[in-house]
């Protein structure tokens, strides 16, 4: 396994395609640097392929081509029994949710951290805490029915920060929220961030891009358009139109 | 070994909260697996008392009573018996005098000793009592006898092929039918288990892809699936076990 050099990328691709089975390509082609501690806008029209990126960097699908580099690991040389431990060290929210219905709150985010065999007396405390963090107290009996699309989406924020991830991945963690709850979510993932943890956000939401003034990578039918630091949704030259 | 306790409780536990979430089809699966457990259980039963009394019945009729003519001199008999007894296929040879043959029907219930007395002189001829190891030779056993002239003509032997051949005939059709069923049975229950399996993971795909998502590993899987297994199969054998027990006390 290779080592992590002190100034390489934490997540890196290179020449990435994907072609799903049934011959859509969703990337083409992609090149991406993200150093530790960044925070990055993923942005791009519905089907660009922000998703299937996202879904790259954990191998919930394989590239059809390129290299993927996460901590130094090159995943599509990751054996399969590796794959659990390169999750672990990601936060994954999904685009959508993915709760398991019949868990409870409290379930929910305790069930990831089950898995990972951890000592059970640390269980309760650790999984107070993220929930406290994303503001669910008093809602750890309740079930993913009973919750606002808001509240659901704490709960998945809450599941995929319980294992201390070095990188959070979020799926238009906004996506059918109000204004004023995507900001909590927003000041909730600036947080993770501000704790040393890299975070890229795929989303569509312009306001909360334009003002944050943060790195932005768009892409468009699966290639990278646009790749600027403290960019806004749109590039400059259509702003200023 | 805490993290063991953690694989334990955790797999127990949702084995647990899984077969109360989803108790329709577990409580339908439990009982496919009992069902077929309690048959198999009870067909065994039956098969293990059928194969006891064809058994019996062969051991019963793998014996003939070889008659002696009243003129055979003791010495003779007893020549007789020693050369029946040096046949490969015999096991065992047993001389029945004229008194005991007397004594033997006397016993023979639903019959009124005086009207042995009437007789006066005792009818019954002595007897050598062959007892084969195969069944299927006593024919050919009874076929030497008759020729010696030691032997009584009328009759010459109690053999009665008609009934040795059904009890063979019997005792052949209860083994391969008993096997057909058990290898039925059998497959049928390996079949519902599977099924059973299958219909576990089916129902827990989406639990087991966000297991996966957030890190278990495919060892981890196994123990919580084999759990969720384990638990539905223990409670469908304690129920059959019960039925069983009950339907011996019947
Ligand atoms: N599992 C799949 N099988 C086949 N094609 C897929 C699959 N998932 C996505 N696609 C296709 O790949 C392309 C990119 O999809 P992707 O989900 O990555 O887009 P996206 O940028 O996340 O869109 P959105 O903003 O709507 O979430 C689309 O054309 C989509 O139809
Ligand atoms: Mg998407």
């Known amino acids: 396994m290779a080592a992590l050099t002190p100034d390489a990328p934490q997540i890196s691709l290179r020449g990435v395609s994907k072609t799903y089975p049934n011959g859509t390509v969703a990337l083409r082609e992609v090149t991406l640097e993200i150093p530790k501690q960044d925070f990055v806008f993923l942005v791009g029209p519905s089907g660009a392929g922000k998703s299937t990126l996202v879904r790259l960097l954990i191998r919930e699908e394989k590239a059809t081509s390129g290299i993927i580099r996460v901590e130094g690991q090159d995943l599509s040389r990751l054996k399969r029994r590796h794959l659990p431990f390169l999750r672990r060290k990601i936060g994954m929210v999904f685009q959508d949710f993915k709760l398991l219905p019949n868990l409870s709150v409290f379930q929910n985010v305790a069930f990831a951290l089950r898995v990972t065999e951890g000592a059970l007396r640390h269980l309760k405390p650790k999984v107070e805490e993220v929930l406290s963090i994303v503001g669910l107290e008093g809602k750890e009996d309740k079930f993913p029915d009973e919750l606002s699309g808001g509240e659901q989406q704490r709960v998945a924020i809450a599941r995929a920060l319980v294992h201390d991830p070095r990188i959070f991945l979020a799926d238009e963690p906004t996506g059918n929220l109000d204004p004023a709850t995507s900001w909590e979510i927003i000041q909730l993932l600036l947080q993770i961030n501000a704790r040393g943890t890299t975070v890229l956000m795929a989303t569509h939401n312009r306001e909360i891009v334009d003002v944050m003034r943060r790195r932005v990578v768009a892409i468009e039918g699966g290639q990278i358009v646009r790749d600027e630091d403290a960019g806004g949704y749109h590039a400059p030259a259509l702003e200023s139109r | ?250």
Do not use: C
């Open chain 2, 1 to 250: 070994m805490h993290r063991l306790w953690n694989r334990v409780d955790f797999a127990f536990g949702s084995a647990w909260q899984n077969f109360w979430r989803n108790a329709a089809v577990s409580i339908a699966s439990v009982l496919i697996v009992w069902v077929v457990l309690l048959a198999l259980g009870s067909l065994l039963l039956v098969l293990h008392s059928l194969d006891r009394i064809v058994a019996l019945e062969k051991t019963k009729a793998s014996a003939i009573s070889v008659y002696l003519a009243d003129t055979t001199p003791l010495s003779s008999a007893m020549d007789f018996k020693l050369h029946l007894e040096a046949d490969p296929r015999v096991s065992n040879v047993t001389y029945v005098s004229k008194d005991q043959a007397m004594a033997r029907f006397r016993d023979l219930p639903a019959l009124d000793p005086s009207v042995i007395d009437t007789l006066g002189t005792n009818p019954l001829p002595a007897s050598l009592d062959v007892t084969v190891k195969d069944i299927r030779d006593l024919g050919a056993i009874d076929q030497e006898v008759r020729n010696s002239p030691l032997v009584d003509k009328s009759p010459a032997t109690n053999y009665e092929p008609n009934v040795i051949d059904k009890i063979i005939l019997l005792a052949r059709v209860a083994g391969i039918a008993g096997l057909a069923l058990i290898v039925g049975l059998t497959g049928l229950s390996v079949f519902i288990i599977m099924l059973t399996i299958r219909t576990a993971i089916y129902l827990r795909r989406k639990e087991i892809e966000v297991m996966k998502l957030v890190g278990a590993t495919d060892w981890y899987l196994r123990v919580v699936l084999a759990a969720m297994l384990a638990f539905g199969l223990l409670l469908g054998s304690v129920g059959s076990y019960l039925g069983v027990r009950r339907f011996l006390k019947q």
